[in-house]
């Protein structure tokens, strides 16, 4: 039986990540979304259907639960194990896709890029992989479920940043990863006397932190990095 703390965060949950969708279709409007088809690659196409289908399993799941559909949530939980996979795949080859053929300043861009892809989608396997493990746990299912959402907090908000300040002269993400961040550690602090998946958000906190810091520190410009975005980069994915 599910304590009320798992309870809580599944029917709570929902319309926050409804407001998320809803700043998706704001933040990507200018360069997605209001574009004609063709403008954009069909890898960019195939990574926002994805990405919606899970930001909508995310809203309607809670839904179910709280107004008591165990059933369906159960049935319509069978969605992510095609969805979760293929989310990451979609991952996979639009940074493939975009980091081809790319030279100068476009290409150094790219590779700082491509580890805000890479180490995002690891965070978002991790997370969901773990979801499906512990699903018959929901306590444990429920938390990192939602760790799944926090990944595309960074995607969304850098672009409505990057609309007030085409120029920066400073890391966007410290606010971006910054504000992932407290939202868990928000998380811990309303969970502070609860007992059933206390542990999954301060360890999730840390597995977030872990893959901010090459962006944060500017070690994404170091021969290590560099070396892996150029192999990479020749992969016949795309």
Known sequence: MSSPASKFHLSSAGPW????????MITFWPTY??????ASSFYTHFHALIATCWLLLLIIQPWLIRRGNYARHRQLGQ??????PVFILSILLLANYRIKG?????YEMQTFILWLQLSLGSVFALSWAMAMLKRDSMVHHARFMICTGLTLIDPILIRALLWMD???DWNYWWLTFGLTDLVLVVLIFLERNLSGGRGVFPAMLVVFFLSQSPALFGWTSQDWWQGFAAWYASLPLT
């Open 102 to 106: 790319l030279e100068g300043p476009a």
């Open 79 to 84: 969605l992510a194990w095609l969805v979760g």
């Open 33 to 38: 979304v209001s574009l004609p088809r063709e």
């Open 166 to 168: 085409k120029t920066p």
């Open 17 to 24: 990540f409804a407001i998320l969708l809803a700043l998706a």
